[in-house]
């Protein structure tokens, strides 16, 4: 089966895509044609995490076909001992706690303070003007807390359609692009989340 989702805004590349293989008997291949880089992260990601084989080719044009087997899965092993995570999400809505110089340094300030904390949380999302965070330029100070993060296991997601319309989908230096079919899964399935 082949499902074209070039042009398609976020998620619905991605609810197309589930739909597509809840359709799909056992052992079928579905194709995905998307043609934006957060599409194709997110169908990627999307795929691999429900436990099915993805791979992705480039096509001609700017299109990418994404060829997902039903059928088969991945082997992602789980980590038997315990977690240094929370079961909780940071979202993030803005670069900034507050106005100005004093809400950059807050930002700084109180993800800085995260890193502190025996349990870290186990995921942080960025939308609208967050993105920027993850976008920053390599000096900036934000830079060097969420690469610390990322270091330490927190996944960070930077939503798409917000990286795209502030221009910066090819800036992104820490984290993974997002969307929001992935973004309320994480907030409906977790404990919590903590809103900055």
């Known amino acids: 089966m082949k499902l074209d989702c070039c042009g398609l805004a976020c998620p619905e590349p991605v609810l197309?895509?589930?739909?597509?293989?809840?359709?799909?008997?056992h052992d079928a291949i579905l194709e995905v044609v998307v043609n934006?880089?957060?599409?194709?992260?997110?169908?990627?990601r999307f795929a691999q995490n429900a436990g099915y084989e993805a791979r992705s080719e480039e096509r001609e044009g700017g299109k990418t076909v994404i060829a997902i087997i039903k059928g088969f899965t991945c082997d992602i092993v789980e980590e038997a001992s315990e977690?240094?995570?929370?079961?909780?999400?940071?979202?993030?809505?803005?670069?900034?706690v507050g106005e100005g110089e004093l809400g950059a340094k807050l930002m700084v300030g109180?993800?800085?303070?995260?890193l502190e904390l025996p349990k870290?949380?186990?995921?942080?999302?960025?939308?609208n003007q967050a993105v920027l965070l993850t976008t920053a330029e390599?000096?900036?100070?934000?830079?060097?807390?969420?690469?610390?993060?990322?270091?330490?296991?927190?996944?960070?997601?930077s939503c798409?359609?917000?990286?795209?319309?502030?221009?910066?989908?090819d800036k992104l230096k820490v984290?993974?692009?997002?969307?929001?079919?992935?973004?309320?899964?994480?907030?409906?399935?977790?404990?919590?989340?903590?809103?900055?």
């Open 175 to 196: 984290g993974k692009i997002g969307n929001a079919f992935g973004t309320i899964e994480m907030l409906f399935g977790g404990d919590g989340t903590i809103s900055l």
């Open 160 to 169: 798409g359609v917000c990286l795209e319309f502030f221009g910066v989908s």
């Open 83 to 96: 977690t240094p995570f929370l079961d909780k999400t940071l979202f993030l809505k803005s670069d900034k």
């Open 110 to 114: 109180f993800l800085k303070s995260t």
């Open 120 to 127: 870290l949380p186990k995921r942080i999302v960025c939308v």
């Open 36 to 44: 934006s880089v957060a599409s194709k992260e997110n169908v990627l």
């Open 138 to 157: 390599e000096s900036a100070p934000i830079m060097e807390v969420l690469k610390a993060l990322e270091s330490n296991g927190v996944e960070i997601y």
């Open 16 to 25: 197309q895509t589930k739909k597509a293989l809840e359709s799909l008997p």
